[in-house]
């Protein structure tokens, strides 16, 4: 298991042995890795109102460039709707108008609604996480999260966060790393 410097107070423990902290859909992505990337993400438990990323870093004395958020794009093209994962490091904003529209190849990109975002992944809202997302998305990785050593993602759950490596971010299916997605 690795170690995590950035944990601040967290109690962090292998992923795989706090099911509770993670969505299903979370859980059986995390099970379907390679044991050797598997044994590289920890789990924490923490308070669900205290999921959103500055009122987390805070509380929990985490640093905010070690956060990453995960945030569902949709936007259309001919009628038919696509759908994107970003991630971008907490003290940056994804370009949606910019590069996520360009990749998707969409007149106009927004975030997508909280219920879409909800129904879609199987997640919470504040949980969202890269880990577990539907197979047919791509995953927009700014290339800063795939260079980061340890970052704190969501769950999929607001009670819990994983803490992973930004290159196993980077192996993940249909993972992108994009650089300039955030400024």
């Known amino acids: 298991m690795a170690q995590w410097s950035i944990a601040g107070t967290l109690q962090v423990g292998p992923a795989l042995a706090r099911p509770e902290l993670l969505a299903p859909p979370v859980l059986d992505a995390i099970r379907a890795l390679d044991a050797a990337d598997v044994d590289r993400i920890g789990a924490t438990e923490i308070d669900p109102d205290l999921a ?10 985490v640093p905010l460039e070690a ?6 794009v949709a936007g259309k093209r001919a009628g038919e709707l696509r759908y994107a994962a970003c991630m971008v490091l907490a003290t ?5 108008n910019g590069v996520v529209k360009r990749r998707l190849d969409v007149r106009k990109a927004s975030f997508a609604p909280m219920d879409e975002a909800v129904g879609l992944t199987g997640m919470q809202y ?8 539907p197979s047919d998305w791509p995953l927009l990785l700014d290339a800063r ?18 803490l992973v490596p930004g290159d196993l971010l ?3 299916a249909g993972a992108e790393v994009i650089e300039g997605l955030a400024g």
Do not use: M, Q
């Open 52 to 61: 959103d990323t500055a009122a987390f870093c805070e509380h929990y004395g």
């Open 67 to 72: 956060s990453a958020n995960c945030v569902v």
């Open 92 to 96: 940056t904003r994804a370009d949606v």
């Open 126 to 133: 504040g949980g969202i996480t890269p880990i577990g997302l």
């Open 145 to 162: 999260v795939a260079a980061e050593p340890e970052l704190v993602v969501g769950s999929g759950i607001r009670g819990g966060k994983l």
């Open 170 to 172: 980077a192996k993940l």
